[in-house]
């Protein structure tokens, strides 16, 4: 398999080489040549496997420059006992709240969100590419609270890289905070910056624009457009496949169609669910959820793609879904234009500050089968509700946003599953709200409270993160 750039400027590269070069050297994202496609009886073989071995087998049809006995020793770390417990993804049903729903269980990872998935993976590959190439890596990142967290979590203790997390100091919950600060590993350095997210951002975007302390303090990043956290998310469509129709007879599940809802921002997770369906895993309709910020449900049913400034971004009670512009579309938009087309029209974006695909309208749900939909706080104050009172199960508000829009798209006992994105611990104030009485936290979150928390604090200035990137970065 070899990846090409959505802006046609690049030679075909393999999987490990796009692994760690983020944007593509034209300013465009890696794409995969060809969608390998996956059969019915293939899908059948897989059934029996666990998380990791299927795992294997999906992220391998895209790494095929990684030998598969080291990709299977790979995912048998990032999915072991040691990071996730056994079943890495369980699949509840909630016919109680509408029948057919289900709920598949992404957060069972060490940060309690559905990125420790693919981060998990990348903290595995990353530094076995590495080590085969002989070189390290020092992730210079900003968050305002799950990727940080997630990604330092993958990465404590691994040989060859560290990781170097800007946050804007005393603008997390407290939770986000004890995942990421809690940490005492010496290659993982935590950075509150007396400011905003956006500083933050604008702080490491000042030190990437500088290209020589880039090259000489080996400079990357983990974000949301990396090609290994796409393929790594690609597998739990499958397995929630698998485990929707296991208790079905065998002549029955190969006819078998599910709708999925994603609760959505930058277009990452819903994006591998779109690759999953293109490969062949039977899903019918990909219900994509937006909070207030709804650019994504804009576009898919409009056709028109416009991305916001940040003063129109809005600060919602699902924040981890607050997005202006998603930064993973470009690979879909590339493959429902194909590459002339969308060489012709891309421009467009930066010209005019949009683009208007609604020749393209229909094909988005006929071809494509996404439909979307957005919700707001009071929807997802009464989502958390109706499933806590119908199934006795806690969600957060992002899966809430999901809840939401499946319901309102959802057939009567058609197999709808939403991916639970985050934990309702992660965000108990929003669940306080929304069942009017605070929930006793969980004996981890409690004892996460605890530990002793290791931070440097900056101000919002380039000098100070400088002096410690070159203090502590590592050299090949
Ligand atoms: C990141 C995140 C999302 C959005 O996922 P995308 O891949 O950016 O669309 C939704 N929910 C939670 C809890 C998240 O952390």
Not at 116 to 133: C, E, H, K, S, T
Request: aromatic share 8%; charged share 20%.
């Amino acid at each position: 398999m070899r990846f090409i750039s959505t802006r046609g400027g690049m030679a075909p590269a393999g999987f490990t080489d796009v692994l760690l070069s983020g944007l593509a050297p034209d300013g465009g994202l890696a794409v995969p040549e060809s969608i390998p496609p996956v059969s019915r009886a293939q899908l059948e073989q897989w059934r029996s496997m666990t998380y990791s071995e299927l795992a294997a087998e999906v992220i391998g049809l895209y790494a095929t420059d990684i030998p598969a006995e080291d990709l299977s020793a790979l995912t048998a770390a990032a999915y072991g006992p040691e990071h996730f417990p056994d079943p890495v993804v369980p699949v509840h049903r909630l016919d109680e709240v509408a029948g057919g729903l289900e709920l598949v269980g992404l957060s069972e990872g060490p940060t309690m969100a559905f990125k420790d998935l693919a981060m998990q993976f990348l903290g595995q590959a990353i530094p076995y590419v590495l080590n085969r190439n002989g070189q390290v890596l020092n992730i210079l990142g900003a968050t305002s609270g799950d990727t940080g967290s997630a990604a330092e979590h993958a990465f404590r203790g691994q040989k060859g890289v560290a990781v170097f997390m800007l946050s804007p100091q005393g603008r997390m919950s407290d939770v986000q905070r004890a995942q990421m600060y809690s940490l005492d590993e010496p290659n993982i350095h935590n950075i509150a910056v007396d400011g905003v997210f956006d500083d933050c951002q604008n702080l490491v975007k000042a030190l990437n624009n500088d290209a020589s302390f880039k090259a000489t303090h080996a400079i990357g990043a983990v974000n949301s457009i990396n090609i290994g956290r796409i393929a790594a998310q690609i597998v739990y469509y499958v397995w929630a496949w698998l485990r929707s129709t296991d208790a079905l007879e065998e002549e029955l599940r190969s006819d078998y169609e599910v709708d999925v809802a994603v609760p959505s921002g930058n277009f990452g997770n819903i994006y591998a669910g779109h690759l999953a369906r293109s490969m062949g895993v039977p899903i019918r309709r990909l219900i994509l959820a937006t909070n207030e910020n709804n650019v994504l449900e804009e576009f898919f049913s409009t056709g028109v793609y416009r991305p916001r400034g940040r003063a129109e971004t809005l600060a919602t009670s699902s924040p981890s879904m607050d997005i202006s512009k998603a930064s993973n579309l470009e690979r879909f938009i590339w493959q429902l234009l194909g590459p002339e087309e969308f060489t012709q029209r891309w421009p467009e974006l930066e010209a005019e500050g949009a683009l208007d695909l609604a020749d393209h309208l229909d094909r988005l749900n006929t071809e494509f089968g996404f439909v979307s939909g957005s919700s707001s706080h009071a929807d997802r104050l009464a989502a958390i509700g109706r499933v806590h009172s119908a199934a006795d199960r806690l969600i957060d508000p992002h899966t809430a946003d999901g809840v939401t829009v499946a319901l309102r798209f959802m057939e009567p006992d058609f197999p709808t599953l939403v991916m639970e994105t985050a934990k309702a611990a992660k965000f108990g104030e929003t669940v306080t709200e929304a069942l009017g009485r605070a929930q006793p936290d969980p004996p981890e979150i409690t004892k996460l409270l605890a530990l002793p928390q290791h931070v440097d604090t900056i101000a919002n200035d380039e000098a100070p993160l400088r002096a410690l990137i070159e203090a502590n970065a590592l050299h090949a």
